[in-house]
């Protein structure tokens, strides 16, 4: 199941600030943006610029309702087979 998120990169800003208020090397990168060019925050490359993303999250079992429990009675033990008297 999928659930749309804000992204926990840009913080849904859509713009990466993530080096000290300018673009992380990974943004700049999907850019095509070397180290040296442009100092100004760039488009979130996580999530392209959107500020929220699809997370893919496990789906949680349904609560099955508490049916009522019986305590479990323990069956009566067999007799013991008395020692036969030596005759």
Not at 1 to 10: G, P, R, T, Y
Not at 35 to 43: D, L, V
Not at 50 to 79: K, L, N, T
Request: net charge negative; charged share 35%.
């Amino acid at each position: 199941m999928q659930k749309l998120v804000e992204c926990e990169h840009c913080h849904g800003e859509k713009m990466c600030k993530a080096d000290h208020g300018r673009s992380c090397e990974v943004c700049r990168r999907a850019v095509g943006v070397g180290r040296r060019g442009r100092p100004t925050p760039i488009r979130c490359s996580y999530c392209k610029g959107h500020g929220r993303m699809w997370v893919e999250v496990a789906e949680e079992p349904a609560a099955e309702p508490e049916a009522a429990v019986e305590p479990e009675v323990e069956a009566p033990a067999e007799p013991e087979a008395a020692p036969e008297a030596d005759e």
